[in-house]
């Protein structure tokens, strides 16, 4: 079961990540930044995964321990 929590959480992180680097291109606000240099754009790149993979902990924590109480509560 660990090893399914860690895979749901990589792929949830990955796919968190493209749909949130996907709304910060289409933000009008975020296109007049395109010229950052290198470490404001390694910053905002890592703020990204980090806040992906939180998200993806979150949803991840949420829908196992859901479906581990539907187990507790069916009794079995």
Sequence with gaps: MVKASILIV???TVLIAM???WREQRAPQVARQSRLDIL???KKG???WVTA???AVVV???VIGGLN???VWQGG
């Design 69 to 71: 109480w539907l187990r």
């Design 10 to 12: 990589a792929v949830l």
């Design 40 to 42: 404001a754009r390694g």
């Design 60 to 62: 991840a924590l949420l």
């Design 53 to 55: 993979a939180a998200i």
């Design 46 to 48: 890592i703020d990204r």
């Design 19 to 21: 749909g949130l680097r």
